[in-house]
């Protein structure tokens, strides 16, 4: 069998593969409530054959959200929808995650087909939050630098949603700190301006997503797997490095993370970056050869071969796809396929597997 569908185990979750659905925000939430939408957005790629499906960046709080579109988790109502999706998934031997995270300054924007712009005040716009009062992009409105008091509501906000996301079935949590949202601002010297605590040196910096991390642990117990997504670099001269991210990862695993998410980019709007296929493929490599921590890769993945490859090599764990899965939700049964590999598929659609 091929390395691609092999099973993982990781403290009590078992995955049936290696092929994860990579949080991809929908945008089509209201008032935080998942819709059908996901059921089916989500339930399809779980049919589809994919071991680990994980939920769009889910916001701890209604200020939390990029734009009004996006899944909530600060209310208890939200939890039943919620457990209606995990169900299903488990149902097709999937295993549900969630996503949990803060937009930060990137807050209260526009959805992207209605252009990702800034809310004005006249359609709704709230007041936006980040470590130090930098926006992202030169214009946009200036975020808040966040005071102590608000680092303790946020601690809080993060522990009610986990466990909100825990009685709504979710067997995996990743904490975004990834893309320029609320904990990469505190991560990178881009962002972070501070001089208490929470900023200067590299130990202030990843005091936030630490103290978190601890508070979700203790939460989730020992049998819940808890990833953290990381931008393994922030592609400006000045910002956060790919060796920041070894050490941060390095810390992480002593502290209960058992993988971690390398993507990268988002938190500068002046960033360079050199697209090309497999290309944050480096950074997984990098931080689990260093560490010895689990990664996943993500980045331009497009197929089997690139994805078994990967695995292959010893680069990173998990693959974890986005865009090929919104092409083809079905790829991990048409993968097996490819590499050679019977494995089973819904019943329902067993007449059209050979």
Known sequence: MSLLFQPLTIRGIQLKNRI????????????????????????????????LIIMEATAVSPEGRISIGDLGIWNNEHINFLQRITGFIEMQGAVPGIQLAHAGRKASHHVPWDGNKSLTQEEGAWQTIAPSAIPHTEGEPLPTAMTIGDIEKLKKDFSEATKRA????????????AHGYLFNEFLSPVSNHRTDEYGGSFKNRIRLLLE??????????????????????DWVQGGWTEDDSVQLSKILKDNGVDLIDCSSGGNAADQKISLAPMYQVQFAEKIKRETGILTGAVGLIT????????????????????????????????????????????????????
């Open 20 to 51: 994860v659905v990579s949080p991809m925000c929908q945008y089509t939430a209201t008032d935080g409530f998942a819709t059908d939408w996901h059921l089916v957005h989500l339930g399809s790629r779980a049919v589809g054959g994919a071991g």
């Open 166 to 177: 825990l009685k709504a079935g979710f067997k995996v949590i990743e904490i975004h700190a």
């Open 212 to 233: 978190i991390v601890a508070n979700t642990r203790t939460i989730i117990g020992a049998s819940i797997p808890l990833f953290v997504r990381i931008s393994a670099t």
């Open 303 to 354: 197929s089997a071969a690139e994805a078994e490859q990967i695995l292959t090599n010893q680069q990173a764990d998990l693959i974890i796809l986005a865009r090929q899965l919104l092409r083809d939700p079905y790829f991990p049964l048409h993968a097996a396929k490819e590499l050679g590999d019977d494995i089973g598929w819904p019943v329902q659609y067993g007449r059209a597997k050979r």
